[in-house]
């Protein structure tokens, strides 16, 4: 399996795990009530911290209470606080991550509940944490993950259909069409994985192109932005940025040049400020794209699936991660510098037994999926 095979099967995982959905939060959800906590606070790193923050908005709608996205180095030195009367949750897909296990142990000894989801419930977080639970990605072998991030996103969005209904803000009729919501957010992810893989095609050779890349995105998509800048800075082997919309034209837009790759991701209500940055920058750059489902006629804009406004995430993730994985797979960029390399060992972030662990999986994968 490579990491283009991933992409393309969290459709397919999505939509499994949709149809056992209850039973599959059930758990979370009953930690969450008996505790009568106040705030959700979700402590993660890296892809599983950029999920996190593709979900936080809905999260706070369905559950109407505060909900915070916070690294784990930033809990454990002053995020651990506010907000008051929190449910921790702590995110690691591979749980190897040591500073995600970090904040763990600092969970246990100020005694606060130390949850953590994983996708494999027997790696050494499940030695640091009171429960451990598996948010349903089954097997993904490539470290770049991709499956693993939309399961995420998935998995928290239902945690927040189905808590909100044990807290009471939402009702019997609120769930189903939250649910068809999902549904139909999962179609339009699959729908997505079409719409990228034509896109890379017919501009291979641009997105080729070894230049600096700025992804921006608000609410929703600005997870999108997160995780499309860690895509393409660690595959793709470029220099890449994220910033909210405004943010983005306060000064790091003034370092755009003709050549640079700029990914604009439009609100899921359609944002003329946006369309009209676009198109300006078009004017720059010929490598600007603007993901919209409220497509004008303009050359750079890439139409999109129109889904429920906070579940915008679902679907725009799949752009992102099918430019990686097809221009990494075109250019073979998946190793670092030999400079870089030789000092990896120093900069180690994950527990002993991962690389070990990675090719349990790789036998697994080979199992599962017959690749």
């Known amino acids: 399996m490579k990491m283009l095979d991933y992409v393309q099967l969290a459709h397919v995982r999505m939509g499994e795990n ?10 979370l959800v009953d930690i969450f009530q008996s505790g009568s906590f106040d705030a959700l606070r979700i402590v993660a790193s890296g892809s599983s911290r950029h999920a996190a923050d593709c979900a936080r908005d809905y999260l706070q709608d369905t559950l109407q209470m505060q909900v915070s996205v916070v ?3 930033a809990f454990v030195d002053f995020e651990h606080t506010y907000p008051q009367h929190a449910l921790n949750i702590a995110v690691s897909q591979s749980g190897y991550s040591t500073n995600t296990i970090a904040a763990l142990d600092y969970m246990r000894a100020h005694d606060m509940a130390a949850v953590a989801l994983t996708a494999n419930v027997e790696a050494p977080i499940k030695e640091h944490a ?12 490539v470290d770049f993950v991709t499956l693993g991030v939309e399961v995420l996103v998935e998995y928290l ?18 769930v189903a069409q939250r649910l068809d919501d999902l549904r139909e957010a999962i179609q339009a992810n699959a729908v997505m994985c079409k719409i990228a893989e034509a896109y890379v095609q017919d501009h291979m050779l641009e997105l080729s192109e070894h230049m600096p890349a700025m992804v921006v995105g608000n609410g929703p998509n600005y997870g999108v932005a997160e995780e499309a800048a860690l895509k393409l800075s660690e595959t793709i ?5 994220h910033h909210e919309g405004e943010e983005f034209v306060h000064g790091p837009e003034m370092q755009i040049t003709p050549g640079y790759h700029v990914f604009i991701v439009d609100d899921p209500q359609g944002s003329e ?8 920058l078009s004017n720059v750059t010929t490598k600007t794209v603007l993901l919209t489902a409220h497509p004008r006629g303009r050359a750079h804009e890439v139409a999109v699936p129109q889904v429920a406004p906070l579940l915008s995430a679902i679907p725009n993730l799949v752009f992102f991660q099918t430019i990686a994985a097809i221009i990494a797979e075109r250019l073979k960029s998946w190793d670092v510098h030999p400079y870089l390399d030789a000092v990896s060992k120093q900069m180690e972030v994950k527990a002993e037994g991962y690389e070990e662990s990675v090719n349990a999986l790789k036998a697994k994968a080979a199992e599962c999926y017959g690749m």
């Open 237 to 241: 082997k470029i220099p890449a940025m």
């Open 273 to 280: 400020r946006l369309a009209n940055i676009a198109d300006a």
């Open 130 to 141: 009171d429960i451990v639970l598996d948010y349903g990605v089954g097997v993904e072998s």
């Open 157 to 174: 969005v239902l945690f927040g259909i189905y808590g909100g209904q044990a807290r009471g803000t939402i009702d019997a009729k609120g």
């Open 18 to 27: 949709l149809e056992r959905s209850s039973e599959l939060v059930a758990q």
């Open 71 to 73: 690294t784990p180095e």
